[in-house]
């Protein structure tokens, strides 16, 4: 059981340079996430997924776009890369126990620097 | 208006202290909170869910306050292993999250 999976764990571009940064999860779960992380910024979500075959835009979309491969997979694109896309990009999947108190996995992180 | 706010610290205390943060949050309608521990270059892991209760977790306790709107986290006895950033969560259609407060436990 390996959780959330992230590849690449880094990776520098060139600006104007595309790539995707893929996250895979094992636990079955129906939403999926991915967020940056700025300093003194705090997480910030860019896109979800509630369930497989849906996606939608967060506090951060543009530049970016997503998609739910199956329920295991979400990967995320930068079709051209900027220098203010330099950051930290977690995927996160969601446990929902009906209890209301809903829980969020993370993968490791993929560090990305835009030249 | 940020939608959850920490403060940033640091909070450098000895080992064996107890210390306390705070959270407010802005949507009174949040439905869910949370205390997550990132440490340095690695990715946030739930430490606990925060219940309107409150609720402890051996040295750590959870409480909530939906009237003023504030989550506060005090850990007791602290040891060298605690020092990470703490981040305030608060689920309201998605998770939004606080800029971490830094704690470094001193030996």
């Known amino acids: 059981n390996a959780g959330v999976t992230q590849t690449p764990k880094f990776q520098v571009l060139k600006t104007g340079q595309s790539m995707t940064l893929q996250c895979a999860q094992d636990?079955?779960?129906?939403?999926m996430y991915w967020y940056r992380q700025d300093p003194g910024m705090g997480l910030r979500l860019i896109y979800y997924?509630?369930?497989?075959?849906?996606?939608d835009k967060g506090e951060v979309p543009n530049g970016y776009n997503v998609s739910r491969l199956n329920k295991r997979e979400f990967s995320l694109r930068l079709e051209s890369a900027a220098p203010s896309q330099t950051s930290v990009y977690f995927c996160?999947?969601?446990?929902?126990?009906?209890?209301?108190?809903?829980?969020?996995?993370f993968g490791p992180g993929t560090r990305l620097t835009v030249l | 208006r940020k939608e959850v706010e920490q403060d940033p610290g640091p909070f450098n205390v000895p080992e064996g202290a107890t210390v306390a943060f705070n959270c407010t949050y802005s949507?009174?309608?949040?439905?869910?909170f949370f205390w997550y521990r990132q440490d340095c270059r690695k990715e946030p892991k739930l430490l606990m869910s925060?219940?309107?209760s409150g609720n402890e977790d051996g040295r750590f306790t959870a409480q909530l306050n939906r009237a003023s709107q504030y989550i506060s986290l005090l850990i007791r006895d602290s040891k060298l292993s605690d020092s990470a950033t703490y981040l305030c969560?608060?689920?309201?259609?998605?998770?939004?999250f606080g800029t971490g407060t830094s704690l470094t436990v001193i030996p």
């Open positions: 969560v608060v689920n309201y259609l998605q998770f939004y």
């Open positions: 997924s509630a369930s497989e075959g849906t996606t």
């Open positions: 925060v219940y309107s």
């Open positions: 996160a999947s969601r446990e929902t126990s009906g209890s209301g108190t809903d829980t969020q996995y």
């Open positions: 636990m079955n779960h129906n939403s």
């Open positions: 949507n009174s309608a949040s439905q869910s």
